[in-house]
């Protein structure tokens, strides 16, 4: 690993996995919009000052970190390279799960099946995994480090998110809380009401 990348426009660089990266979320946003409908009107409003110029700032960090691997080369030609590239699938499979998971629920729900039973936040960590693996495959420390402030500030925005379930849906976000981690963990154990 280097301190920087070499830089270079090229087919085969990190905005692939960039791009592989956003195609879930656009898609959902494209054919199941509604799921986002019972929150979205609090997303905004319930934010401290403080809270949403953190969110604002993790998006401006996001943006840079994207524009930025247009001209980082993918390296699959060293270890550490080829480790991060496995670590950015992991992540990928878990964060797409995520977003299937959310585009075919109902809208109004807690998210509680799929990866939200091992994680009350699984497209912050899954995301915040795949930069890391997107990082080493840049073979540059300076990616790297990019990497881990992108999926640190992304992972940030998770708090704002749960008081605005708590605020939308009260005790049923309350239980959900209670029987899944906010990162990673068992999953939550099923009741008769859960099925």
Do not use: Q
Request: with cysteine.
């Amino acid at each position: 690993m280097n301190i920087f990348a070499v830089h270079s426009f090229g087919f085969f660089n990190l905005w692939l996995l960039m791009v592989l990266y956003a195609l879930p979320i656009l898609l959902t946003i494209i054919f199941h919009r509604h799921v986002f409908y019972p929150t979205s009107s609090r997303f905004s409003s319930s934010r401290s000052s403080r809270e949403h110029t953190l969110f604002i700032v993790s998006k401006i960090i996001m943006l840079i970190y994207f524009l930025y691997a247009i001209v980082v080369p993918a390296h699959l030609d060293a270890s550490c390279a080829i480790t991060g590239f496995i670590i950015y699938v992991i992540g990928f499979a878990f964060y797409s799960a995520a977003w299937i998971t959310i585009a075919t629920s109902e809208g109004g729900k807690v998210f509680s099946n799929g990866p939200f039973r091992f994680s009350r936040h699984p497209v912050y960590i899954s995301s915040a995994v795949l930069f890391i693996g997107a990082g080493f495959v840049s073979k540059s420390y300076f990616f790297l480090g990019l990497s881990l402030l992108v999926g640190i500030s992304h992972m940030r925005n998770a708090f704002a998110e749960e008081k605005i379930c708590l605020e939308t849906f009260g005790d049923e976000y309350r239980r959900y809380m209670a029987n899944t981690p906010r990162w990673f963990g068992r999953p939550a154990p099923r009741t008769n009401k859960d099925t």
